[in-house]
């Protein structure tokens, strides 16, 4: 028997529902699938924002015009080679491994001090050897810090804090493992994060502070000054700092230009 009018009526209704459940269900697999593929997009962008940002942040710190200046830090170039002393860096030996005493005197103060050569031989020599040839006399004293950590650094080659990159040495000696260097203590300057970058560069506390270490670790404490602390923070300490300076208001040439008049030792 043929089939009613009711009947095929409703097979292509039957069909049509058939179509459009199928359009439908093609219609949310290509969203479904467009959403992932956004996700995984969004996920590398996110990757690739986060990846570029990493490393601006390497460069600024490390190579760029952020490059941190720790305290205290002449501003020196990259070793040649690390973790390699460079030039004609004084045998330990020339220490004696004992306690040194001597007169360091900046413009016309003097202060006296020790050098502990069982404790940093290395700078020990190093500091002798450059007071024997002469070295330190008429070198400037380029940095003064007159709030939070005080200190004066001299010693620079070229009066600037630059380092001198044919006179280089490490590793780190002597420092102190809680960070705290006393009124009175002589240390190796030093470039951020580079141990083998002591060189001519010493700095003196008039105060007592504490000085982070970073991922070289502290700075080599080598001597200490036993006399005339006073008279300095008088005569030049009190001056303050020149303003203007890269480093902010506290940190800078000292007020009173102060030169190494002379440095013996015995």
């Not at 045998?91 to 006296?112: C, I, K, M, Q």
């Amino acid at each position: 028997m043929a089939p009613s009018k009711s009947a095929d009526r409703e097979a292509r209704q039957a069909r049509e529902r058939l179509r459009r459940f199928n359009a439908r269900q093609e219609v949310h697999k290509q969203r479904v699938s467009r959403r992932k593929r956004d996700n995984v997009l969004a996920v590398i962008g996110v990757v690739v924002i986060a990846a570029l940002a990493t490393l601006t942040q390497v460069v600024f710190f490390t190579a760029g015009p952020g490059a941190p200046e720790p305290t205290p830090e002449p501003s020196a170039t990259a070793t040649p080679e690390p973790q390699q002393n460079v030039g004609d860096i004084p045998d330990p030996a020339l220490s004696e491994f004992r306690t040194w005493t001597g007169e360091l005197v900046l413009n016309d103060v003097p202060l006296a001090f020790e050098l502990d050569g069982a404790a940093a031989p290395q700078a020990v020599a190093a500091f002798v050897q450059q007071v024997q040839d002469g070295y330190f006399v008429d070198k400037t004293c380029h940095r003064l810090t007159d709030a939070g950590v005080k200190l004066i650094q001299c010693g620079s080659l070229d009066g600037t804090g630059a380092g001198d990159p044919d006179f280089r040495f490490g590793p780190i000696e002597n420092a102190p493992e809680d960070g705290v260097y006393p009124a009175g203590t002589i240390a190796m300057a030093r470039a951020g994060g580079d141990a083998y970058s002591q060189g001519h560069q010493f700095f003196i506390m008039y105060e007592d502070g504490s000085l982070p270490d970073d991922m070289a670790g502290g700075y080599t404490v080598f001597g200490k000054v036993t006399d005339g602390l006073d008279r300095f923070i008088e005569e030049i300490a009190s001056g303050g700092v020149q303003p203007g300076g890269p480093r902010g208001a506290n940190d800078g040439a000292p007020v009173i230009p102060t030169t190494i008049t002379s440095v013996s030792v015995q």
